[in-house]
């Protein structure tokens, strides 16, 4: 008994071993001999598998028998490989690079594509190569990195958003100005996932990448991929966070309270107070990103938590962000069927100081003017105003007395299907339903100077609004190859529905700050005695869209891709255009394919694109082509008085859509085995049929404006990206990429065969200056849109008086000259002409370091600090900038008995170029048993800006029609520390 208990034993302890015989092996670049990170390394036929460590190795358990058995291995840029296994010796798998680098994937509208056969302006930007640092939202990852895709980050403030323009203007009435988000697929914006969940972003730029989206493709649309689950993974989980300060960039070097009391004598009241340091900080934010995935070829998920703390540099600036994203897949019947589930979830809190808004901007213009001999208090703690004094209020109290808060709630649901009942055919359908609430409160104080100067006591506001999008889109694809033929079809229907609701209510009149306030709004007074407002709205908006792509390759060397979409939307219902089509067609032509290239060595790869594609843009708000009513004012009626109903707008059955027809040509290179790469492009936009509210005579017509089709704009361009591996060793590796990109805009008419406009332009924006306003720019057709217009000065003379150039171009000195609106001109515009980027990527070991650079150029910017407090005739004695009384022109300072105005002194050049990223980190190896990688960094973005420009930054807004200005309220910008760490269990 007891020798067949020790021989059962010995079996056991045999067949455990046996059956656990472990495979170990490292993966390395074949030319550097450097290790490869991540590498997928699967066993082929069975849902075992695993990635390699920061030093490119793997271990993998096998059941027996180990001979015979495959591991499939791949990595993006290389070949993927299959290896029979023959024993458990440790492997060395050479991986050998693509030297064409064609098959990496790129995301198009409703599928992917084979870089290789790309044949429109497409950009493809991988996680790799994004902006490292203390980034806002999405938009900040690729600023500087596409071609033609300027985003902006304008202000400093922690709850704002970057701005982004694809290729000039494209509309000045029409309901899209700005490139079609998709997450997923899915509409969102830059702030709908974490910025550490994404895992690529492309862009499809010119008409005919995008037309297949119809109407919400007409600018352009940037498609973000979220980090999906690797199926051979049994669990892996991630986590980045960082820790970071920030500070003034650069402060208005205004005048401190010893030089203003010498030169204001009279007004000085006695204290030393700098205001903007009574309303700034120092910040701490941070930031915390965790990801969980796993399963198997079959099952897997991946949930990803963000939470986000950001302080701005201004007191009572906070924002604080969660956001929550899971997704499951399963395949069934022989994987023939996979479904996908997904649920992401949002909440964000910004504190505020301003009804429905984050910080009070104007608090920063009235640090930026006050008297600094003034306090803050008074002796007996009270806020220290001067209620007398126009539009002068304590920035300190303006804060203080404040209080209310921002809460948006997102949740979105999206589930898929997708079913191949053949091998080459592929049946989709995608349903998502997003629902976004809005609840704002706000509330000032009995000791706010509202109510101590203008009588509101308590002044309060509460606000919701929701917002639900639901989305449905049936696809079907087929694929197939013959012989040296290969093609796809696509067919699909879309859905796009909108529902939107708010309702507000402002009141004040309350007794005490204890019981009233948004928070019980309606014991104020003013709304019982009928001097409050109320109001609510509605709005409902669908598109619907058939569209079919097709896809042609012959011998992978002429390439056609042809899309179609017709697409319908409720803007235009009762009008006989409410539906339109919109076809693309681009062709490819890889040049060195050809038998007459086989012998060059210049070219690894030289594609020639031309493309063509119509989009359109329907009008912003709806039942624009039929007639409509509206209440207007009271008639006494029967002893009563009685709200009459007049004409709310006139019908127009054409109203259609604007269309923007564009022409792109472009060439993709590759040389020097894929070291050296990029892209070429030329494209010419037109858009016609304008969409413009006109003046027209009453009567014939109901109402005195008919909004229809009528201008025509153009953009014209070119884009430059050249991607370059200078130097590739065992050790050292120097990656650099620059981008140019130039644009045009013109526009052509405002007029049609039917409406005509009075006069070619229109006035528009606001400049502000010592307590006046006026337009400050103009859009007028043979011009660019950002003009600014008004007076133009050259000179002065030897009192310090402006000499002005009249609309004859002839001198006028200042007390002849009429400030008549004809004498004014194009003084600057406030768009970039063109823009370039520079980003350079150096590794050493396991050092790196990213500088990210990017600038703008061939524009003007209109400074509001120095419109408001370089005037010398100041009236209400308030701070002015040290600049004051310098000389004008070089010659005198400006005499005190010019009053202040909006002229062309105060436009100034606004070229830039910037240092804006700079990033060091170090990776460590596989650190004990569970931790796979470590790496930590340190960052600096907005780290050196490089201009002639005298104010805080000449990166300011670009949006619309009145791009550049630098309004002196502008929420001053940063400068940001970061130290973060990224670790993979």
């Known amino acids: ?198 895992e690529s972003i492309d862009v499809l730029k010119d008409g005919s990448a995008a037309a297949i989206y119809g109407t919400r493709g007409t600018n352009g649309v940037i498609l973000i991929t979220t980090k999906q689950a690797r199926g051979s993974e049994i669990l892996r989980v991630d986590y980045s966070g960082y820790i970071s300060t920030s500070h003034i960039s650069k402060k208005h070097d205004m005048l401190n309270a010893s030089e203003f009391a010498q030169l204001y004598p009279d007004y000085d009241q006695g204290y030393d107070t700098d205001w903007v340091d009574e309303i700034t900080r120092t910040p701490v934010s941070h930031v915390h990103n965790l990801s969980l995935s796993g399963g198997t070829s079959r099952a897997n998920y991946i949930a990803n938590v963000n939470y986000a703390s950001r302080q701005g540099i201004m007191k009572r600036s906070n924002f604080e962000n969660f956001r929550a994203r899971i997704e499951v897949t399963q395949r069934l019947f022989d994987d023939k069927v996979r479904l996908r589930f997904g649920l992401l979830g949002r909440s964000d809190w910004r504190e505020s100081t301003v009804s429905g808004g984050s910080f009070r901007g104007v608090a920063y213009s009235q640090a930026t003017r006050r008297n600094p ?40 649901y999206n589930a898929g299907i997708t079913y191949n009942p053949i091998r080459d055919l592929t049946l989709q359908a995608n349903y998502s339903y997003n629902r976004f609430v809005m609840n704002r409160g706000y509330s000032e104080t009995l000791n706010h100077i509202s109510a101590r100067r203008d009588g509101y006591k308590g002044w309060s506001s509460v606000g919701s609004s929701i917002s639900v999008e639901k989305l449905l889109e049936l696809t079907a694809q087929y694929d197939a190859s013959i012989g040296r033929n290969k093609f796809t079809i696509l067919g699909g229907y879309s ?53 079919g792509r ?52 210049i070219f690894d790869d030289l594609k020639l694109r031309v493309g063509y594609g119509v989009t359109g843009s329907q009008p912003r708000a709806s039942f624009l082509g039929v007639a409509m009513l509206r209440y207007g004012s009271y008639a006494y009626l029967d002893g009563q008085w009685i709200q009459t109903i007049v004409p709310a707008s006139n019908p127009n059955p054409d109203l259609k859509w604007e269309e923007k027809k564009e022409f792109n040509v472009g060439i993709d290179f590759m040389s020097w085995n894929s070291r050296i790469n990029g892209s070429i492009d030329f494209y010419n936009r037109r858009i016609d049929g304008l969409i413009y509210d006109y003046s027209v005579p009453t009567p014939p017509n109901l109402y ?60 528009t924006g606001t400049a502000e200056y010592s307590g006046q306003v006026t337009s400050s720019h103009r859009v007028q057709v043979g011009e660019s849109i950002g003009n600014f217009y008004g007076f133009k000065v050259v000179d002065v003379d030897d009192e310090g008086r402006w000499i002005y150039e009249d609309r004859n171009g002839e001198l006028v000195n200042y007390k002849d000259f009429t400030h008549a609106p004809e004498d004014k001109h194009v003084i600057g515009n406030g768009l970039p002409k063109w823009y370039a980027g520079w980003n350079n990527t150096l590794r050493y070991r396991r050092w790196d370091l990213n500088v990210t650079m990017r600038g703008a150029f061939g524009f003007q910017v209109i400074n509001g600090a120095r419109l408001n407090y370089e005037n010398t005739k100041n009236s209400r004695f308030e701070n002015r900038l040290k600049t ?102």
């Open 373 to 412: 001999t003034e306090p803050v208090r008074n002796e007996d703690g009270s806020w220290y105003e001067n209620l007398s004094k126009f539009e002068y209020e304590n920035p300190v109290a303006l804060l203080t007395e404040a209080d209310g808060d921002v809460k948006n709630t997102q949740l979105r």
């Open 1 to 198: 008994m007891k020798k067949l208990f020790q021989l059962l034993l010995l079996l056991s302890l045999t067949l455990s071993s046996y059956a656990q015989q472990s495979i170990h092996g490292n993966v390395v670049d074949s030319q550097s001999g450097e290790p490869l990170p991540g590498v997928t390394v699967m066993v082929k036929g069975m849902s075992i598998g695993t990635s390699t460590d920061i030093d490119g190795r793997f271990s993998i358990t096998l059941p027996p028998p180990i001979e015979g058995k495959q591991l499939q291995v791949s990595y993006i840029g290389y070949i993927t490989q299959t290896v029979t296994l023959k024993s458990t010796e440790e492997l060395t798998i050479k991986m050998i690079e693509d030297s064409q680098n064609l098959d990496e994937v790129v995301v198009i509208g409703y599928g992917t594509q084979r870089k290789g056969d790309v044949t429109s302006s497409v950009a493809s930007v991988k996680s790799e190569n994004f902006v490292k640092g203390a980034v806002k939202d999405v938009g900040q990852l690729i600023q500087g990195k596409v071609a033609g895709l300027a985003i902006t980050n304008p202000s400093g403030d922690p709850t704002g958003n970057t701005q982004i323009r694809l290729r000039g203007t494209s509309t000045i009435g029409g309901a899209n100005t700005a490139p079609l988000i998709l997450i997923d697929g899915i509409p969102g914006d830059f702030n709908t996932v974490a910025p550490e969940d994404v």
């Open 704 to 763: 005195n404006v008919t909004t229809a089709n009528g201008g025509t704009m153009e953009n014209r361009g070119v884009e430059v990206l050249v991607n370059v591996v200078p130097v590739q060793m065992r050790d050292f590796e120097w990656t650099t990429s620059a981008s140019f990109s130039i644009n045009s805009n013109k526009l052509k008419s405002l007029s049609s065969s039917v409406f005509k406009t009075e006069y070619d332009f229109f006035d």
């Open 550 to 601: 097709a896809t042609y390759s012959y011998d992978n060397k002429y390439l056609l891709m042809a899309a179609l979409r017709y697409e319908g939307a409720s803007q235009l219902w009762g009008t006989d255009n409410a539906w339109g089509l919109f076809p693309s067609v681009s062709l490819g032509w890889r040049i060195t394919q050809e038998k007459f290239m086989q012998d060059q060595n």
């Open 495 to 547: 859905y796009n529905e909108n529902n939107y609701e708010n309702i507000w209510v402002d009141n004040w009149g309350f007794q005490d700050d204890y019981f009233g306030g948004w928070h019980n709004i309606g014991i104020g007074s003013a709304l019982k005695d009928g001097k409050a407002n109320v109001g609510s709205s509605k709005s409902l908006t669908n598109l619907i869209g058939f569209f």
């Open 884 to 985: 004051v009384f310098d000389p004008v022109f070089g010659k005198v300072p400006l005499s005190k008995e010019v009053e202040p105005e909006f002229n062309s002194y105060y436009i100034e050049d606004g070229d830039y170029w910037k240092i804006d990223n700079i990033t060091l980190g170090y990776t460590f190896g596989k650190i004990g048993k569970y931790i796979q990688s470590l790496r930590l960094y340190g960052s600096v973005l907005n780290a050196f800006t490089f201009t002639h420009y005298k104010g805080i930054d000449p990166e300011v807004s670009t949006d619309g029609l009145t791009p550049g200005y630098d309004t002196r309220d502008r929420y001053p910008q940063v400068r940001s520390f970061t130290f973060g760490v990224n670790v993979s269990f």
